[in-house]
Every structure is written in structure tokens, then in C-alpha cells.
């Protein structure tokens, strides 16, 4: 299916002349699968692009809550999502987070497209997640062990399951009913799935903590040295899912070193505590390109916080409509 074609089954507003298209949630999730967000990303690091030349990411104060400022420039492409955090909204009826995505030709530096943000979110956190997983994680992984029954934990399971061949998923929570749900879900994926709890660390190959904790979830000296760990749950430097322990034995990969000691808590109090040093951090560009290769020795831990790039480079191939196929 084209690009058009799209619109006119969607029904967006493609725009005629100068004016931009616009993208909602859903058309946006049914031009790029979980997969082609994957391949998406992992090409672009393959191709070159170094991301410690993204800008950093700002923060504004705005209201009761929050502005972030993403810019990023990929080639011919440049754009920036604005992203609202109003921690009140919830009682009134609103999202938390809310972004809206506008993507530029960098020749002229005009709109082509309006995103909703939101779902470019969606897509492009479990996909940079899951490009770490197939590098770092043992090709015969079996068991995925998952923190966190909210919408990052189901697409982390479907994006995690498209990379290895999990024979069992296993997912702990604090809400019995919500763990059903993940658990059905992963079910619904054709994923035999159970419930459990911290100790199923022992035995997991990958485990994603995809929470909003502030503090460890587990004791990181039960992960097995074969392990993959993937902690996704904030950008804060006060807030972590992983101990120090664990950072200081595992071959810790980060999207950027500078970005992740400033923004991943898990890092930046494994570094404070003496267990980590910022030299050890691995770029994900340099696993992906094969300039450093996997540790298998020790566990190997992926901390993401989320960048720029990862949202304009899904922005780029919604728009676009490039590459269509999902083989």
C-alpha cells in the first residue's frame, strides 16, 4: 500500500502545495509495524550516524508540569517533537504526556508533515530497545522476564518476540489484574506466558523493565552472566530500576555516553557509587556497526532514555512510506 493510498483509507490530510500532511495516531501506527521501527533505526546506525551529535534534549518549565524540546537532523530530513508532561492532567480527563511532532526538509527547513507524538513514542522506544536485544542478547534466549504492565511492556514483548524465539514470557507487577492482562496478551501473540515475581530473574535470558520506579526492582546479583537486562523506565537521574551491583559487573551499552550521564538515573548512581566508570559505558552505534563486541562473560545491560533521532527517523519512514515491505 502507498503512502497515498494510506491517507485515503485513513482519511488524513495529506495537504496540496506548501502545506503539510498530518499524520494521527493511528495512521501513524499502521504505516510503520514495531518491526519496520526496528529496521528503521538500526540502519540508520549502521549507515553512520553518530548519535552523541544529537542535541540534548531540553527541558522547559512550563504550567504545573513540563516542556521537552527534541530537534534532530538526519540528512535530508530535520524535524523536533514537542512533548507536555502535566503531571494533574490524569484527574482532568488528559493524557500525562502529550507530543506533536513536526518534520522539515533540512534544505529549506520547511513543515512537510505534522505527527501526533505520542505514537512515535510508541514505536521507536521497544524498536531501539529491541535493536540492543538482537545484538546483546543469546542468540538461543528463551525466557523474557518483564517489569511493568503498562503500554511500553506490551510492545517490548511484541518487539522482543520478532528478534528471538521465546518459549516463556513472564511478567511481574504490583496489580494482579494487570498482570493478567500482559499475560493475555503475550498469550494472544501465540507466547506461552505466567505470572511471577523477582526470583524468576534467576532464570530469565532478557528481562525489560519498562516501570516508573525510583528504585531497584530486583537484586542485580540474580541475573545470570548470559543475561540481557534492558531498562527503559526513565530519564531521570533520581530515578532507577537497576542496582549498582549489577552496573558494575555487566557490560553496560548506552545510546550515548554523555546523553546517559545526564539523563539515566541507573547510570548515573551506578557511576556516583563508585560500582561504574563513564569510560566502561558502550555507544549502541558501536555494537551495531561491530566496532565492540558483545561481552558474553558478563551480563550485558541496555539503558535507553529516549532521542531525538530515534523519533525523527520513524517520523521519516511514516512519511515517506519508503520500504513498505515487512520481510
Known amino acids: 500500500m502507498t503512502t497515498a493510498e494510506r491517507h485515503e483509507k485513513t482519511g488524513s490530510t495529506t ?19 514495531p518491526r519496520r521501527a526496528r529496521r528503521l533505526l538500526e540502519a540508520t546506525l549502521a549507515e553512520g550516524f553518530r548519535p552523541e551529535t544529537d542535541p540534548a534534549r531540553g527541558n522547559v518549565t512550563a504550567g504545573e508540569g513540563h516542556m521537552l524540546l527534541m530537534p534532530s537532523t538526519l540528512g535530508d ?32 527547513l520547511s513543515v512537510r508533515a505534522l505527527l501526533e507524538g505520542n505514537s512515535l513514542t510508541t514505536l521507536r522506544t521497544p524498536a531501539i530497545s529491541a535493536v540492543a536485544v538482537d545484538h546483546l542478547a543469546a542468540p538461543d534466549a528463551r525466557t523474557l522476564l518483564v517489569f511493568g504492565t503498562g503500554p511500553q511492556a506490551l510492545s517490548h514483548i511484541e518487539a522482543f518476540a520478532d528478534v528471538r524465539s521465546f518459549t516463556e514470557v513472564v511478567v511481574c507487577g504490583r496489580t494482579p489484574e494487570k498482570v493478567d492482562a500482559v499475560v493475555e496478551f503475550a498469550q494472544g501473540l501465540g507466547l ?14 532478557v528481562v525489560v523493565c519498562a516501570t516508573s520506579a525510583s528504585e531497584p526492582l530486583f537484586d542485580g546479583s540474580l541475573v545470570r552472566d548470559s543475561a540481557c537486562v534492558v531498562a527503559m523506565g526513565s530519564h531521570e537521574p533520581d530515578h532507577r530500576e537497576l542496582d549498582s551491583g549489577l552496573m558494575g559487573r555487566a557490560q553496560v551499552v548506552v545510546e550515548d555516553t554523555a546523553t546517559a550521564l545526564r539523563e539515566a538515573g541507573d547510570v548515573v548512581q551506578a557511576v556516583a557509587d563508585g560500582a561504574l566508570a563513564e569510560d566502561a559505558l558502550v555507544p549502541l552505534a558501536d555494537v551495531v556497526t561491530g566496532a565492540v563486541a558483545p561481552n558474553t562473560s558478563r551480563p550485558r545491560v541496555f539503558k535507553c532514555v529516549g532521542m531525538s533521532w530515534e523519533d525523527l527517523a520513524v517520523a521519516v519512514g511514516v ?3 519508503s520500504q513498505d515491505a515487512e520481510s
Open 77 to 108: 530530513w530535520s524535524g523536533i517533537k514537542v512533548a507536555t508532561v502535566s503531571p494533574e492532567n490524569p484527574q482532568r480527563g488528559l493524557p500525562r504526556i502529550q507530543a506533536t511532532y513536526l518534520l522539515m526538509d533540512t534544505a529549506t
Open 319 to 321: 512519511a515517506t512510506g
Open 192 to 205: 506461552q506466558a505466567r505470572a511471577g515475581d523477582q526470583e524468576d530473574v534467576r532464570g530469565a535470558d
Open 15 to 33: 495537504g496540496t502545495g506548501n502545506e503539510p500532511a498530518h499524520w494521527s495516531a493511528e495512521q501513524i501506527l499502521e504505516a510503520v509495524s
